[in-house]
């Protein structure tokens, strides 16, 4: 494909742009031409990115190659008294758009609720991202891609959209000019318009390897730092254990574990994950490894028993259904008597001599599963 820009604008003769023409010889200022060659027509490929710095042709290029009607906004078309879960396909069906919120990294729950206007620049670029994979258009351009975003985001972003989006069978052309999310994104081809330089996946380098390292931590940090990302507002569980996950020096994700030794098991809870973390399996991962440590009797009093975990959140249950590490235990749409579980917290409260809560499990009508981790007998996990 060949593709040959040409602009022309009025040549304006004021003072001043007259002044400027004669100071600094810009005589063209009214034309604006580029040249670009993308061999693409024959090759099988979904994601391409043009890359380069502001002014460089390349949102005139992104209109040549399907069509100005191709490009996405992002940003345009939501509507303001309703929130994005509603904006979303709303004639699809509820647990595509929610795993696609999810998948591309926007799996913070309350922040579906809320309408588009209200988000922070990082979810409203995710659940851009997740419309824009719901709707699956055969060709689309997406101009701007990551530029008003934390660059975090933008890499982590990048990625899961780029996961969730080979899925289907649409091509789309992303125009950026950070160069940061090319090893990240892993575009099947790139077009580099600083240097008119095209070049395909073959040449890029892998995705940068993420190490999660894993700590035990006291309590006091899941109110500090991870609380405000969780959707349930309940005491922790007593004799809990924390685990914190970090790369770099950046806290991640978090999850808290407490015995349950009359089923003979482990219970896992708290668990949050960052939302700039978001959308890449930092957090199914993260909870494995903890699971795993305490399947193999790292946790309280050394007993090697499985972890049982609850949740409600659908791509996570999706994901755990479909992992042989995990089984499936149970389901219930609404909780138990929540009056009973608040008396037995005061109880345990008074007992420990702890401030007591006015708060128990149970009372909602929530849809939640059971899954049990019975994990890999040959796995080796580095303690």
């Not at 040449?203 to 349930?232: D, E, M």
């Not at 899954?371 to 303690?383: A, H, L, M, S, V």
Request: with cysteine; charged share 20%; proline share 4%.
């Amino acid at each position: 494909m060949r593709i040959e820009v040409n602009h022309h604008c009025s040549n304006y003769n004021s003072y001043r742009a007259e002044r400027v023409k004669s100071l600094f010889n810009a005589e063209s200022g009214c034309d604006w031409a580029t040249k670009a060659e993308l061999p693409i027509e024959e090759k099988e490929w979904k994601i391409g990115l043009v890359v380069g710095p502001s002014g460089s042709g390349k949102t005139s290029i992104g209109n040549k190659i399907f069509g100005s009607k191709a490009m996405y906004d992002l940003y345009a078309g939501w509507e303001e008294d309703k929130p994005i879960v509603d904006c979303i396909a709303p004639d699809g069906d509820f647990n595509t758009v929610t795993g696609m919120l999810s998948a591309v990294g926007l799996g913070d729950v309350p922040s579906w609720l809320r309408p588009f206007s209200v988000l922070s620049n990082g979810e409203k670029f995710r659940a851009g991202l997740a419309r824009l994979a719901c709707e699956q258009p055969q060709y689309a351009v997406v101009d701007e891609f990551t530029s008003v975003i934390d660059r975090q985001i933008a890499k982590v972003g990048a990625a899961a959209f780029a996961k969730t989006w080979r899925r289907g069978t649409g091509k789309i052309v992303l125009l950026s000019c950070h160069y940061d999310i090319i090893e990240w994104l892993q575009p099947d081809w790139v077009y580099d318009t600083a240097e008119a330089r095209f070049y395909e996946r073959d040449c890029l380098r892998q995705r940068p390897t993420l190490n999660l390292q894993i700590y035990k931590v006291s309590g006091a940090v899941f109110p500090r730092i991870f609380k405000k990302h969780y959707y349930l507002d309940l005491p922790m569980p007593v004799t809990a254990e924390c685990f914190v996950g970090f790369i770099g020096t950046e806290p991640v994700c978090h999850l808290s574990v407490a015995p349950l030794f009359t089923a003979n098991a482990y219970r896992a809870t708290r668990l949050v994950v960052m939302p700039e973390w978001q959308g890449i399996g930092v957090g199914t991962k993260f909870l494995q490894a903890v699971c795993e440590y305490h399947l193999q009797g790292n946790g309280r009093c050394n007993k090697k028993y499985p972890v049982f975990f609850h949740t409600s959140h659908p791509q996570l249950c999706s994901a755990l259904r479909h992992s042989k590490k995990w089984i499936q235990t149970g389901r219930t749409l609404y909780g138990a008597n929540k009056a009973r579980s608040v008396a037995s917290f005061k109880r345990s409260a008074i007992k420990a001599g702890k401030k007591q809560y006015a708060a128990g499990y149970g009372g909602h009508f929530r849809a939640v599963q059971a899954f049990k981790y019975t994990g890999d007998e040959n796995q080796d996990i580095r303690q």
